[in-house]
């Protein structure tokens, strides 16, 4: 905690302000929602009066400083900007308007940022963990803020959102390289497929059970397969000890791995050479093509493409969640497409260029990312 400045409670320099609205049954109700760890606000669909049913609704306006009771112990405090004005929130929001003269919004929650300013919420939060931990209007009112003479205040927070304009631009320039780059993968990926000639997964990409003779004093990682196409994760290291009824499959690297579970929330991943040696559990679907006829990493894109993942559905029976579940009789029945392996290579290659891309636009986000908390470490130092 600084001791630069004094410390007094934020009700002294912020009013707890209500506006309560009076919800009309066809009215509709745009609400606001608050991030977690200092993120900011974000816009839920708008909700109607009638769904509102005696939900307490409060107007938010420009400036207010904003907590989500619920969560504010993790850092869910924002200040509303011109975008979020006369949006609503329910009564787990609560909203200060700090004396302009004494505070600054955006400065205080900057300090609410701070693992000092963390501890204040959570000290100010009691219970357990999630929704158990709720920050009342009169604690609320009592946490200490560290209170700089205002113009200091205004410095830092400009400091401050010079940063944050600055990682934003960088996310939305990365985010319209990813676009033109999957843009591209995808021409090129159509160009070499359309015409080329199909074959069946089971004739050039089996279905391949490598069992493993789990030893107790061995240790094994067992992998996943995150969804949306996001990849492998290690799950965890145990001992064979800890497995004590499952079937175990080794994994290669270079497999194209189905969570049977997931196939059809697009759990699709290539393994790569840190998955190398690696176990999966029975739900995990290993197929290993066939090098002579497939690159790997040119089917495992087959199955991102609309085309490709309509097959994965449809051999995925079922309505929902653990019900869908891709079979293992209907995966080797799927068709790809094979065209030479000259072609194949070719795009494998710019697959690692885009990759390579995307790595080096993540590392610079990065390193702006950091640069906030060692703004505000510096802002905030004893």
Known sequence: MTVRWPMVPLGEVA????RPVEVDIDGLYPELGVRSFGRGTFHKPPLTGADAGS?????IETGDLVFNIVFAWEGAVAVAGPNDNGRFGSHRFLTFVPNPKR???GFIKAWFSTPAGLEVLGRASPGGAGRNRTLGIE???RMPVPMPPPDVQRRIVERLDAVEA???QRQSEADAVDKELARLLAAAFHRIAQDAPRARMGDVAPLVRRSVMIDPEASY????VRSFFKGVFHRRTVSGAEFTWQKLFRVNEGDLI???LMAWEKGIALAGAADDGCVGNHRMLTCEADRDRLVPGFLWFYFTT???FAQVVAASPGTIARNKTLSAEELPNITVPVPSLDAQQWFDALQQKARAAREAQAAAAAELDHLVPALLAEAFAP
């Open 55 to 59: 939900k307490r609704l409060f107007l």
């Open 139 to 141: 604690a609320a009112s």
């Open 103 to 105: 505070a600054d919004a």
């Open 166 to 168: 600055r990682i934003a």
């Open 221 to 224: 990682t067992e992998i996943g």
């Open 258 to 260: 189905f969570s049977n």
């Open 15 to 18: 009013e707890l302000v209500r």
């Open 306 to 308: 609309e085309e490709g």
